[in-house]
């Protein structure tokens, strides 16, 4: 057998350390936590502080009063509503584009990016003028099935669902390419039907996935303002989301209620990113990897 050549000895530094290219671990760090603060952490103490200057019962009144609930019910439900639609038509959605092939296929998949890319606010007037009642949608839904959409909860509901079904599909897809065909071939070799081999071997691992898409769907409707604001109708008590009531406390000067209102929706946005990075360990603890 030929003679291996021995390995090349790892560089050094005079100091004995081993020599790397790239800046070290120390530099990185300190780089990364003056960026973090500088970009996230600043803006968000200016909430906190100016939250501060009011007292516990004047923030407690600010962030319960009826009109601040009734929002907060709007956004997080049509949020949690949107988000399960997105779970179930996204996940249909990845499935079709890995495992079938059919003309146009690359732009269907293009177009589920589009929500990324459109500017919000295009998104929101596009969703009015198709949902209204003189839309080509909203015609047929309000005048054959008497479903009014626009201006309503609903239509809420249909804007969220659209900036949030890339957020599922772009989840679910890379982890059906990666999935083992062998092991649906061996469930159905051994007698099991589709929907048992569905059910039983690749739902289970696409179901990480299907959580991770939903928490981050979930997460990015709460926070959404441009492609809903025009489609809901903004009827204080009806269709008033909590974005536009921070807004409407702003355009009232009422600076300190209004950070009181972000506090509360930044808070519940720090507790669905640390849900989804649970997520995300479990989903690795299950497939093997770190």
Do not use: C
């Not at 100091?15 to 990364?32: E, I, N, Y």
């Not at 179930?88 to 293009?110: H, Q, S, T």
């Not at 919000?120 to 959409?149: C, D, P, Q, R």
């Not at 990015?220 to 025009?230: K, L, P, Q």
């Amino acid at each position: 057998m030929p003679a291996t050549a021995p390995p090349l000895p790892t560089p050094v530094s005079a100091q004995g350390a081993p020599f790397r290219v790239m800046p070290g671990f120390r530099l990185s760090l300190g780089f990364t936590i003056f960026y973090l603060a500088l970009i996230v952490l600043i803006p968000l103490s200016a909430v906190f502080l100016k939250t501060f200057t009011m007292s516990w019962p004047a923030f407690w009144s600010a962030v319960t009063s009826e009109r601040v609930v009734a929002s907060y019910k709007l956004t997080f439900g049509a949020s949690l509503i949107g988000a399960f639609l997105n779970v179930i038509f996204g996940g249909i959605v990845a499935w079709v584009l890995v495992r079938y092939e059919f003309p146009g296929k690359r732009i269907i998949d293009a177009l589920v990016d589009l929500p990324f890319a459109l500017p919000t606010a295009v998104a929101g007037i596009t969703l009015t003028a198709l949902y209204s009642s003189n839309g080509w949608f909203g015609s047929f839904l309000e005048g054959v099935l008497g479903i009014k959409v626009a201006f309503t909860p609903l239509g809420i509901v249909v804007a969220l669902t659209f900036i949030g079904l890339p957020f599922v599909v772009r989840t679910v897809q890379p982890v059906l390419e990666d999935a083992e065909r062998e092991l649906e071939e061996a469930a159905a070799s051994l007698g099991a039907s589709a929907w048992q081999t569905f059910s039983r071997v690749v739902f289970p691992t696409i179901l990480p996935s299907l959580m991770t898409g939903f928490a981050l769907a979930f997460a990015r409707a709460t926070g959404e303002y441009g492609s809903v604001i025009f489609i809901a109708g903004n009827m204080p008590m009806v269709s008033e989301i909590t974005p536009l009531f921070i807004i409407t406390k702003l355009e009232q000067y009422d600076y300190a209620g209004a950070t009181a209102i972000a506090v509360v929706m930044l808070l519940a946005s720090f507790i669905m990113l640390l849900s989804i990075n649970l997520l995300q360990a479990w989903a690795r603890a299950r497939t093997g990897k770190k």
